[in-house]
């Protein structure tokens, strides 16, 4: 009759078997099923090789770092709607994001600080009014600034190492654009990429100035009319779909697939404003989790 193995026996199998586990079979099957490492896992690191550089500078004139300043928010500050418009990439329309107040006061504290908008090919930065026609202006971190870097932290799930990038309010004049565009630059591979883009719309007294996805396609509920633009002959509405400027509201985009690459549906562009002065904000996080073997 088979005995059952010695208790020293089981021990010593296990000795062998949970490095095998852990040091061979491991790794193997993350190399031949890599789907199951995705930049919305915790094992993102994974996904970057030893040597990634790192891509941002974490520094306070490029990144909001959280310096423990204490600041408070309205009571009604989180109480915004939010609609799914796409799952793939994931797409959400966000009503009331900020509120009246809110985008007045963003809009009167940008007014000094406008300067033209520069394209950038991740390198050199330049004007370009045939590609971008806007002003842009650095806001400073007051209170209305560190409460919207908090909401969009919080609907991102206080994601460990997501950071915000300082934001930029825009304002298009009559004939301000920004021609189609990604709002990633295919850098994951290299220590950084922009994960998720928020457009605000700060204000929205003009006409023309939709923002158009020609990727995206338009979602059958009649009651998105409300957002998008659904009328006639509408040179707009030609390719994908255009969201109306309405102060207050918000899309919120992925720009990154599970592994890091950029999704081409968020191709998009600021239509050219026909009259009036739309002012947009952008809300940008990065996401880089701390890179194995230099932790510290
Ligand atoms: C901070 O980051 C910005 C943007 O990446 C860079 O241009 C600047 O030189 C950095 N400043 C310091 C003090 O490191
Ligand atoms: C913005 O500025 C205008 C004109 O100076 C003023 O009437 C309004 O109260 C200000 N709004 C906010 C929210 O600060
Ligand atoms: C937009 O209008 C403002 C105020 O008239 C002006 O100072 C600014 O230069 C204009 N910007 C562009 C890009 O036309």
């Not at 010593?12 to 896992?41: A, C, E, K, N, T």
Request: net charge negative; with cysteine; aromatic share 12%.
């Amino acid at each position: 009759m088979a005995s059952l193995p010695k208790l020293s026996t089981v021990v010593s199998w296990l000795l062998y078997l949970v490095p095998i586990y852990l040091f061979i079979l491991d790794p193997l099957m993350r190399q031949i099923f890599p789907g199951s490492v995705s930049i919305y896992s915790d094992d993102a690191d994974d996904l970057l090789p030893d040597d990634a550089p790192s891509g941002l500078n974490l520094n306070d004139s490029f990144i909001c770092l959280e310096d423990g300043v204490p600041f408070s928010c309205p009571d009604a500050a989180d109480g915004y709607r939010v609609h799914l418009l796409s799952r793939e990439p994931l797409v959400m329309y966000l009503e009331n994001f900020l509120s009246d107040a809110e985008a007045d006061h963003l809009v009167n504290v940008s007014v000094d600080k406008y300067a033209p908008s520069i394209v950038t090919d991740g390198k050199t930065e330049r004007l370009d009014s045939s590609i971008r026609l806007s002003d842009r202006a650095l806001l400073d971190r007051d209170d209305t600034v560190r409460c919207l870097e908090d909401r969009a932290r919080a609907f991102q799930g206080w994601r460990p190492h997501l950071y915000i990038e300082r934001m930029w309010a825009q304002r298009y004049n009559a004939s301000g654009h920004y021609r189609h565009h990604y709002d990633w630059s295919g850098s994951w591979a290299r220590g950084g990429d922009r994960v998720s883009t928020f457009m605000v719309y700060l204000g929205a007294d003009c006409t023309g100035g939709g923002t158009n996805f020609p990727r995206l396609s338009m979602p059958r509920g009649k009651q998105w009319c409300r957002f998008l633009e659904c009328e006639g002959d509408d040179a707009e509405k030609k390719q994908g779909i255009t969201f109306k400027p309405i102060k207050g509201n918000a899309i919120f985009w992925e720009n990154l697939r599970p592994d890091g690459s950029g999704y081409p549906e968020t191709w998009h562009a600021a239509y050219p404003v026909t009259s009036g002065t739309k002012v947009g904000l952008n809300i940008w996080s990065w996401y880089q989790p701390p890179r194995r073997g230099r932790k510290a």
